[in-house]
């Protein structure tokens, strides 16, 4: 929505995820210990701040003057506690990346949580990745570490240290910058900004963090686990923004915050980009290693996020806002995905549905590219790191995601499927998958890279979320392609939802999955 009526007195107001305030420090652990890992199905679930929470996550796009053309998820976008959050403000959206289907998930993270848990000045409670308890408010790692006491964790996802960076204060200080750029020096050279930045600060927030990641790896041991049966994954923070030189909006006036939500002078912009970001997460990079050197037996794979809105950034010259010249018209229109921004615009008056912490965020799409990453980073239970990008085709899955790819560590790309139905079929409401007629034929057909020769795809079906049951498997052609003929069977009950995954494998081991659902309709 475009931010009418701006001022640098809102701006110094700007809420992305602000947390000021202090809070007691976090309790120690319990110390009662299960025997063992609990069995059961898998589940992985998110820790950390709002860049995992799902902040932002209701609105598909930007658009000048409403949001009703970009409101993907309604006013029950954060409810994840029946009727209301289960923690105020800690907007953990229905669209977070750690949804991935293919596994349960269960979504702890909180916007504005630092590493340990403290409560803002206008008392909202942000539990931090700690063991902090009074009375019903637990810290992140507690909450964990109850959970995976009873049921099977096996992948834990964690985005933390932003905040510990004073991520808002930062960015209000360059927005102040650039609405009143003749009183106010650029953001970059401001000496409190700087004294957040500063060498004895990146040294503060490493060992917090570091601590943090001891404190995940401590709730899982309290939990009755070895380091052996889990998986923890650092996600690091991705580039909200474009460059200069591929923002859409010139630096001169103030059209780049009245009408783009980006305003940020070129320095400010390029520095925060170039200097910023990087040091954060190599800081977290860095926080990562030294808990393993003091926790050998870790596991820890790392996500890299930083590319993967590129071109898709709020405010680049590849896309634009719903409703204008020249975006779509409802976040609903065809090629939506490919032709809006996936970063919420930075909103200074928090008018109608919006909330200021949603600024500067992944939104709905955004988060379901890394929900993508994540389902391919999940890997069928062998867990795996890389860096999450934009697929080169562009456009999106069967379950409406934005096509990813995860470039694995050593530089190679990960294998990437894609699958879809060639039937003649009506879609049903946003994308949620295909309908067809009972008896009628099909065939699941995509395409699977980069595999070798000797690879092959496998399909499965299963229904109404039943065991999967083997189909057929077939080589792939010299461009990675195959083709699957199915049939649904004439006795298919009506509303019965049926599920088909296709497997790439190398070897014995699966090295991605692709999955339509259906459900049959008379």
């Known amino acids: 929505m475009r931010p009418w009526g701006m001022s640098a007195a809102c701006a110094l107001a700007l809420g992305i995820s602000l947390l000021v305030g202090s809070g007691a420090q976090a309790a120690s652990p319990a110390v009662d210990q299960p025997a063992s890992a609990p ?3 898998p589940w992985v679930v998110s820790l950390g701040d709002s860049y995992i929470s799902g902040e932002a996550g209701r609105w598909a796009g930007n658009e000048s003057g409403g949001t009703s053309n970009i409101d993907a ?4 976008a954060y409810w994840d506690g029946g009727s209301g959050e289960a923690i105020e403000r800690c907007h953990r959206s229905k669209s977070a990346a750690i949804h991935i289907g293919v596994v349960r998930s269960l979504n702890l993270a909180c916007s504005g949580a630092v590493t340990r848990t403290k409560v803002t000045a206008d008392g909202y409670f942000k539990p931090g990745i700690d063991f902090y308890e009074e009375g019903s408010r637990k810290g992140q790692a507690l909450m964990l570490q109850e959970f995976a006491a009873e049921h099977n964790v096996k992948m834990v996802a964690l985005s933390i240290s932003g905040n510990d960076f004073k991520f808002a204060p930062i960015f209000s200080a360059c927005v102040k910058a650039f609405l009143v750029p003749i009183l106010t020096p650029h953001c970059k050279d401001d000496a409190t900004v700087q004294g957040y930045l500063s060498e004895s600060a990146q040294q503060t927030v490493r060992g917090d963090t570091t601590a ?6 401590k709730a899982m041991e309290n939990a009755g ?10 996600q690091l923070y991705p580039q909200p923004l474009p460059t200069s030189a591929n923002m859409r909006f010139g630096a001169s ?3 780049r915050q009245y009408d783009g939500g980006c305003g940020l002078r070129d320095g400010d912009l390029d520095w925060a980009l170039g200097s910023v970001l990087p040091m954060i997460n190599r800081t977290y990079r860095g926080a990562a290693a030294d808990a393993q050197a003091q926790r050998p037996t870790l596991r820890v794979a790392v996500l890299d996020t930083s590319r993967a809105y590129a071109d898709r950034e709020l405010c680049s010259k590849s896309v634009d806002r719903v409703g204008s010249k020249g975006g779509v018209g409802n976040w609903q229109d065809q090629g939506s995905a490919d032709r809006s921004e996936w970063v919420m615009e930075i909103n200074i008056v928090n008018a109608r549905d919006t909330y200021g912490q949603e600024s500067l965020h992944p939104n709905y799409w955004g988060q379901l590219a890394l929900r993508n990453c994540y389902r391919q980073v999940w890997n069928g239970g062998n867990v795996q790191g890389g860096a999450c990008e934009r697929a080169a085709t562009g456009g999106v899955t069967a379950d409406c995601e934005p096509n990813m790819t995860l470039v694995a560590a050593g530089g190679r790309a990960a294998a990437a499927i894609e699958a879809r139905s060639s039937a003649s079929v009506r879609v049903l409401l946003r994308c949620p998958g295909i309908s067809l007629e009972p008896g ?17 795809v496998t399909y499965q079906m299963r229904w109404d979320g039943g065991a999967w049951k083997d189909g057929a498997s077939a080589p792939l052609s010299a461009k990675g392609r195959y083709n699957f003929a199915i049939r649904i069977p004439r006795a298919a009950p009506v509303g019965r939802t049926y599920e088909w995954r296709v497997l790439a494998t190398s070897g ?15």
């Not at 943090?212 to 790896?217: D, P």
């Not at 686990?225 to 650092?234: F, I, N």
């Not at 081991?509 to 259906?518: E, L, M, Y």
Request: charged letters at 20%.
């Open 225 to 234: 686990y070895e380091d052996s049966e889990w998986t923890l994954v650092l």
């Open 440 to 456: 009628e034929k099909a065939v699941l057909r995509g395409r699977a890279t980069p595999l070798g020769a000797a690879d092959k």
């Open 253 to 255: 006036g103030y059209s």
């Open 212 to 217: 943090a990641i001891l404190n995940v790896a």
């Open 73 to 76: 998820l309604g006013p029950a």
């Open 508 to 522: 014995k081991q699966i090295v991605a999955t692709s999955q339509i659902r259906t459900t049959f309709v008379r």
């Open 39 to 41: 069995a059961g199905e």
